[in-house]
């Protein structure tokens, strides 16, 4: 048995015990590089030698700096109490549950991959050639200056609003929404270009990553998002895309082992009943414990409708303001993603406030703590410092201000899947292992006969995972033969 392990990245300790044949876990521990984000998330070298102030000469004196460390961050997290308990209680216990998944991996069939390969270039060529033939000759899709001739000068699209740069109108994603619609040549190029980065970005480059078991394994991080959610590098699976047709045949690639399957487990509407929760919305609150459909009662109110009579995009567009209002939504951003008038955005924003009270006025006052206190935090404690809210550039400012609003919603949320994934961890034993997490929802690859016992240790551990929130947590379950049908 040990006693405290202080390591400056113990998810490498353990990744090298195991190469070696050794597998432990450590019970009480203490994560330099850890510790350094979780006392200042914005701290740019968080490098043993950045946090002692020098190089080291031998092994001998790392040691001396991690014990230097080490005595600093005790004192400050002396002082920070409630942040030494999310080290204690999420972040340096989830660092042995990182280490096993990575180890794991997740299985690829690069076979299936192969064809998708020559299929992407088979339909990039085709549309290619039809972009041809509308403009009359052959240019490069790839260059923005051919492009932009293409577009402004062959087929002489309007140049009103585009911005213009040392080589000509732009031709970024932005400014090609703005064409929308002028030219069949604008959904062409957004098609091909939508082949061509999912191609170099998976189709072709996670084959290349796999070991000799055809396994990928991701480097999961708990230092790199300031809100503390993870993330995952080399590759980074938390995005590849899900909403569309091409993004979903790429996850039908990621398989179980032959005789597993994968149980997908997934908060639903998590980041808006935790805003409810932080917020002290009453008649939210009530309304989730209830099992009321919550954008079709936010459709009916800012309507003035009754809940029956909310069609299928008044509905939506209830869901775009719930999720978007979180993040700051502008009545720009709500009119761009929903297709109403500014002006009807605008007064949406403004009705959907005034009934939701209690989220304007948490966003309000989340905004002056992060002014006058210089830090946010979630519901636990973890905290992050907001510096650039009170910056003298205006796109600063406004950029720190939306990342504060949101920072107690999605760390909080962050924290809550931490403590479930552990706690997944301990009552799933040997019967499956977690493969992967995205934001909300995590991954499990088990025999096909555990599938059914493992979805109720999810969905049970899942929604009892915040008692204390005092709102009802919805998880639901699903099971498939690959990533894509779950």
Not at 37 to 52: E, I, K, T
Not at 122 to 140: I, R
Not at 373 to 381: A, Q
Request: glycine share 6%; proline share 4%; hydrophobic share 35%.
């Amino acid at each position: 048995e040990f006693g405290t392990v202080i390591s400056y990245d113990v998810k490498a300790l353990y990744h090298t015990l195991a190469n070696h044949g050794v597998e432990v876990r450590f019970s009480d521990l203490h994560d330099i590089r850890q510790a350094a984000f979780l006392l200042d998330p914005l701290r740019r070298d968080r490098s043993l030698a950045g946090l002692v102030g020098g190089e080291f000469e031998t092994t001998k004196d790392e040691v001396g700096a991690m014990r230097q460390v080490y005595g600093w961050q005790t004192q400050a997290f002396e002082e920070k109490p409630k942040v030494l308990d999310i080290a204690k209680r999420f972040d340096f216990p989830l660092i042995y549950h990182l280490f096993r998944m990575e180890h794991y991996g997740i299985k690829l069939d690069c076979d299936l991959l192969k064809v998708m390969s020559k299929e992407l270039g088979d339909e990039h060529a085709k549309l290619e050639q039809e972009m041809y033939s509308l403009v009359g000759y052959e240019f490069n899709i790839a260059s923005p200056t051919q492009l932009s001739e293409v577009l402004f000068t062959k087929l002489q699209l309007p140049t009103v609003g585009i911005k213009k740069g040392k080589t000509g109108y732009s031709t970024g994603q932005k400014e090609l929404d703005k064409l929308r619609g002028q030219n069949p040549i604008i959904e062409l190029i957004e098609r091909t270009r939508e082949l061509a980065k999912l191609k170099n970005t998976y189709v072709d480059t996670l084959p290349e990553q796999v070991d000799e078991h055809s396994r990928l394994h991701t480097t999961f991080n708990q230092d790199v998002a300031a809100t503390g959610r993870l993330s995952s590098t080399t590759p980074n699976l938390q995005n590849i895309p899900i909403r569309t047709d091409l993004g979903r045949r790429i996850r039908e690639a990621f398989v179980p082992e032959k005789g597993n399957v994968f149980v997908s487990a997934d908060y639903s509407q998590f980041e808006l009943r935790l805003a409810a929760v932080l917020a002290g919305d009453t008649e939210l609150i009530e309304d989730f414990n209830g099992n009321v459909d919550i954008h079709t009662k936010t459709a009916s109110e800012v309507y003035g409708i009754p809940m029956e009579r909310v069609t299928k995009n008044q509905r939506r567009d209830a869901k775009v303001i719930n999720f978007g209002v979180l993040y700051g939504m502008s009545p720009h951003g709500l009119a761009a993603a929903t297709g109403m008038t500014f002006i009807d955005a605008k007064k949406f924003i403004d009705q959907y406030f005034e009934l939701r009270k209690p989220i304007r006025k948490f966003i309000d006052d989340t905004l002056e703590k992060a002014k006058n206190e210089g830090y946010v935090e979630t519901f636990h404690g973890r905290r992050r410092p907001t510096p650039d809210v009170n910056s003298s550039n205006f796109m600063v400012r406004e950029g720190a201000k939306r990342a504060a609003a949101n920072m107690p919603i999605q760390g909080t949320e962050a924290d809550l899947m931490k403590l479930a994934m552990i706690q997944v961890d301990e009552k799933m034993g040997d019967l499956g292992t977690q493969v992967l997490q995205i934001h909300d929802s995590i991954l499990v690859e088990c025999p096909e006969k555990n599938a059914e016992k493992i979805s109720e240790i999810l969905k049970e551990t899942m929604e009892a995972i915040a008692p204390e929130l005092g709102i009802k947590l919805q998880v639901d379950v699903h099971t498939g033969k690959n990533w894509g049908e779950v």
